[in-house]
């Protein structure tokens, strides 16, 4: 897969003046690619005069951050303490049941990459599922397969007209 | 607009905007914090701008988007004045009807007020919501009188006096005192005492100074930080401000939650009209303090959340803490002294300032003075975020202010203080919040977490819970953390899965005492709190579990079996589909959970429509 | 000339200059502390945690690594009391259970008094002491590996896992790591060390404290037994 470089020059002009900078970078990195490319990477630890391993180090601690692509649609099951006691992780079982990946993976066919997240700070409408940024609250298993549902019927369409 | 060059340009701003405000003749106030987005603001928003549009009002009506109001179960809320009335649950659909009865007629809609479930009595003012009636709302009730995307809301509504005050009158070391005298502590919860440490760092020798917000709010289940951050930006940079003058800084950092993208964009926001209105920047209100803010996002680690992690992130690093023997406001950010605080305590200090140290010392316990903001959640019938004098006890925010437990089921437990906090049993209920007599029961406050428990809540499944919840976000740099929290979870899976031992029951004591004491940071040092404090107060569910190997609250999912019921099964064969592991299946006339594919998640019960289902 | 300070470690007075770790003026003073992450020449981490201590002021007791902690003017520093040596044989209890096929951790087990271990016994090749990274980072600056990932997952890479041209090919990785120094040949009991490292506890009961270069430093690589020059794995 070809990737284009402008973007990231863009994102790397004019940084590197304070420390926090290289974790916006990577930040910005995966915000525009969709994750971070291992060639990304490279150029940043040269634009920076950073040795590799630190910014791999960079890559593999956060969560933020991903080193393969991610699917077409993100689901994010929240597993907070308040979503886990009104049974937020049944939606793991759901999402199992219904894509056939667990947290971290990405469905074969490319649509789908599920991951969980500690908390949204959206407690009060637990249990909570973000699909594709948007959120979804006072979900169940039923609600969650309705939607995954719709999801791939939307994105079956637009795969095909593509 | 042009900078404000001294405090009586601030002074006549807020003169003129007050005015300003007072002359709309309609105002109608909607909530669209995270909460309020996830129900839906945002559709309601268009609605009522496509209103206003048609019925020629967008000149009468000021229309003000605010964050939570903490109300959090009953988003999206709208307010109208005249006739100051609230309006719950407001869809799209019922935006015209309040157009055109409620904004044009001044009539109310009584159907969108909220109504109590005991009485037929509906209530028509925020005011007099029964949730509100046992708070103390001084931080969070601010929240809806400002849009924080509009500094000018801020500055109307009192916002920067306390600035202004402080550079004009004020010397950095009488500040110190007033914060000192006021006995506000951190609110993140290690409550050490904010003015000691605004002395301390100012007396620590440096090159520079720094003062950094914690806003990577990290406890599942806590979002106090958030409903302020993303409703009052402003009140925080105020905060940090006077405290950046007090100890000496020129440069502040806010360090905030990936996850958190409405308050990462309203702080940005924030921070660049503070700077337009030359509240942030070089010779601010023409006095001779500098001071400017940066934001960092957090990339994904509750780690973050530990000073030292954060620090060693800001400073382009992976978050790894590092010993404290040397405390961060000596050698900090940059090996430099450093103030870091919590948002809800840089949050407390304008008003400090305004109103006095002795007014804030005039609330609370003896040790634990001022408000607390928690977020009450779980099981129970009124969720959201509550403010209340320290002191209150478990019970009356539990039971009064949170209305008790949801589905006529019992309350079992209430958890605070996130995974370094512990679960407290209904006979601790009369327990003041207060930081010591918390952390003597066995929990802490911690940043503001209050997770209610019924009895359909394992307590061994919570400690459980929490032990996976650390082993995922440690560091993993020690070995009394990365292993001994590892081990932990090992021994809590073998009760939850039917392999209890007694004497494991020993070994996780003498472990979760080697993790407290041989753990090199705060989350290593108080990842044992779940375990030690659910065995001290349910020990006889971990009993359960390892002598009998039964789970009382049917939540281990090893040690519950689903079965169909042939008598009242009407074979519809919704469970088959529904089923997300393929453990069901027909055989012959009946219907059958196989008992080995079975994972326990329950789905099945809930889509069976003749309740066949049930777990033994 | 530096500055000195004086400092009480097990009740012995110790000079030494401000800035010196508190582990090391003990090893130098000759009370051995056990330890596994630490190494001369580099910055301690405070990894392992074996080597903790409880510093004591008034009636208040701080336990705390003694190779991150700084030796200031006055400090008063108990690293055999009885909460010590419990916490120091319960974290080494949990390193074995681990690793049990390392000579360094067999001797480090013996050295403290642990012959069994009351978990399932795993067998990792790596106990992220950080060595490896350390010599790499600081002796050879080459900067070519380090840790990736975070908690149960955290271990030493190289980047992209590819040697990168900042190698040098060295092999100090190698030679620092406590875990290529041969396990005894002796057979695992059930849970525990073998026979010839229980003896080896023995020993230990009897020359308590005080470091006397026993053979089991040369196993953990313990500073002093370096200093002797004998670096040479066994």
């Not at chain 1, 939607?147 to 994105?155: G, I, N, P, S, T």
């Not at chain 2, 037929?120 to 509100?132: G, H, K, Q």
């Not at chain 2, 500040?175 to 290690?190: D, H, M, N, P």
């Not at chain 3, 012995?12 to 770790?21: D, M």
Request: proline fraction near 5%; charge should be negative.
């Amino acid at each position: 897969m070809e990737l284009e470089w402008n973007r990231l020059d863009e994102i790397l002009e004019g940084r590197g003046g304070e420390g926090f900078d290289v974790i916006e970078v990577l930040q910005d990195i995966q915000g525009s690619y969709d994750y971070l490319p291992e060639e990304a990477l490279r150029r940043v630890s040269a634009s920076f005069g950073l040795p590799l391993i630190e910014v791999f180090q960079l890559a593999s601690f956060y969560k933020a951050f991903s080193l393969e692509p991610r699917g077409r649609h993100l689901v994010t099951a929240c597993l907070g303490t308040a979503c886990h006691v009104r049974g937020g992780s049944r939606f793991l079982d759901e999402i199992l049941g219904q894509l056939g990946v667990q947290p971290g993976e990405t469905t074969e066919d490319g649509a789908f990459t599920v991951e969980t997240v500690n908390c949204l700070g959206a407690c009060a409408l637990a249990p909570v599922v973000v699909v594709d940024g948007t959120y979804y609250d006072h979900m169940t298993p039923a609600k969650l397969r309705q939607l995954l549902e719709a999801v791939r019927a939307q994105d079956l369409e637009v795969v095909a007209s593509a | 607009m042009p900078r404000l060059p001294n405090a009586a340009a601030l002074a006549s701003l807020r003169k003129e905007l007050k005015e300003d405000d007072q002359a709309w003749p309609i105002r109608v106030t909607l909530s669209s914090g995270t909460c309020g987005q996830a129900s839906g603001s945002i559709a309601v928003l268009r609605a009522l701008e496509e209103s206003l549009q048609e019925e020629g009002l967008t000149d009468k009506v000021h229309l003000r988007v605010t964050g939570c109001h903490g109300f959090c179960q009953q988003e999206p809320l709208m307010i109208v004045e005249p006739p100051d009335v609230l309006y719950c649950s407001v869809k799209p659909e019922d935006v015209p009807e309040i157009v055109t009865e409620t904004l044009v007629k001044a009539n109310v809609v009584e159907r969108l007020l909220f109504a109590g479930p005991a009485s037929d009595r509906r209530t028509r003012r925020e005011a007099d919501l029964p949730f509100f009636s046992k708070q103390d709302r001084d931080l969070i009730g601010q929240n809806r009188f400002i849009d924080p995307c509009d500094i000018r809301d801020y500055i109307a509504h009192g916002g920067y006096s306390a600035l202004a005050e402080v550079l004009t009158s004020v010397s950095p070391e009488e500040v110190i005192e007033q914060v000192k005298a006021s006995g506000l502590r951190g609110r993140g919860g290690g409550g050490y005492p904010t003015g000691k440490k605004w002395e301390q760092c100012r007396a620590a020798p440096g090159d520079a100074h720094y003062v950094i917000c914690n806003a990577d709010e990290g406890d599942p289940g806590a979002y106090m930080d958030r409903g302020l951050l993303e409703g009052n930006p402003h009140l925080i940079l105020e905060g940090m401000m006077i405290g950046a003058y007090a100890i000496g800084s020129r440069q502040g950092y806010v360090y905030v939650r990936n996850e958190y993208p409405l308050a990462v964009s309203h702080i940005h926001t924030a921070i660049d009209q503070a700077r337009e209105f030359g509240l942030l920047g070089e010779a601010i209100l023409g006095s001779e303090f500098s001071f400017d803010v940066r934001v960092a996002r957090g990339g994904g680690a509750f780690v973050c959340g530990e000073s030292t992690a954060l620090m060693a992130s800001l400073e382009g690093h992976v978050g790894e803490p590092r010993p404290k023997d040397v405390h961060t406001v000596e050698r900090g950010y940059r090996d430099q002294p450093t103030n870091l605080n919590n948002v809800e305590t840089w949050a407390n200090v304008p008003r400090i300032i305004l109103n006095g140290p002795d007014w804030f010392a005039g609330k609370g316990t003896d040790k634990s003075k001022g408000t607390k903001i928690f977020a009450l959640t779980g099981h129970v019938k009124n969720t959201g975020l509550v403010e209340v004098e320290m002191g209150t006890t478990l019970q009356e925010i539990i039971f009064d202010i949170g209305g008790g437990p949801q589905n006529g089921k019992q309350i079992k437990a209430v958890q605070t203080g996130g995974p370094s906090g512990g679960c407290l049993p209904v006979s601790r209920f009369s327990l003041p919040v207060d930081f010591e007599a918390l952390a003597e029961a066995g929990s802490m406050m911690g940043s503001g977490g209050m997770v209610v428990m019924d009895d359909s809540a394992c307590m061994v499944d919570v400690a459980r819970y929490f032990l996976k919840f650390l082993q995922d976000e440690s560091c993993g740099k020690c070995v009394p953390c990365r292993i001994g929290i590892d081990r932990m979870l090992e021994i809590l899976t073998d009760f939850a899965e039917g392999r209890g031992t007694p004497e494991q029951l020993d070994l996780l004591e003498d472990l979760a005492w080697t993790v407290t004491v041989g753990s090199l940071c705060a989350l290593g040092k108080t990842a044992a709190n779940p375990v030690l404090s659910t065995l001290r107060y349910f020990r006889d569910e971990y009993e359960a579990h390892i002598n009998e190997k039964r789970c009382p609250a049917g939540v281990c999912r090893a040690l519950v079996h689903y079965r169909i019921d042939p008598d009242l099964c009407v074979q519809c064969g919704e469970c088959i589909e529904a089923c997300p592991h393929d453990a069901i299946s027909e055989d012959g006339d009946q219907i059958e959970i196989e008992d080995s594919l079975c994972h326990k998640c329950g789905i099945c019960q809930e889509m069976c429509p003749s309740e066949a289902i049930s777990k033994a | 000339m530096a500055n000195m300070v004086t400092i009480t470690v097990d009740g012995a007075t110790i000079r030494v200059p401000e800035g010196t770790s508190v582990l090391d003026a003990a090893l130098e003073a000759g009370i051995c502390i056990p330890n596994l992450c630490h190494m001369p020449g580099v910055e301690p981490i405070g990894a392992c945690r074996v080597c903790i201590v409880e510093v004591v002021q008034g009636n208040r007791r701080k336990m705390t690594a003694s190779c991150t902690l700084e030796a200031r003017e006055g400090m008063v520093v108990e690293a055999h009391s009885e909460a010590v040596l419990r916490a120091r044989r319960n974290i080494v209890e949990l390193l074995l259970a681990e690793a049990p096929n390392s000579r360094a951790i067999q001797d480090l087990a013996a050295r403290v008094g642990v012959t069994k271990s009351r978990y399932p016994m795993r067998n990792k090749d790596c106990v992220l002491c950080g060595r490896c990274v350390r010599v790499c980072d600081e002796v050879w600056q080459s900067r070519s590996l380090g840790f990736v990932g975070r908690g149960k997952d955290r271990r030493v890479a190289l980047p992209f896992d590819e040697r990168p041209e900042t190698c040098k090919r060295c092999n100090a990785c190698i030679d620092v790591c406590p875990m290529t120094i041969t396990p005894c040949p002796g057979p695992m009991k059930e849970g525990g060390i073998c026979g010839l490292c229980e003896s080896q506890v023995t020993m230990v009961e009897n020359i308590g404290d005080t470091c006397v270069w026993c053979e089991l430093g040369r196993g953990f690589q313990c500073a002093r037994w370096q200093l002797r020059g004998l670096l040479a794995p066994a």
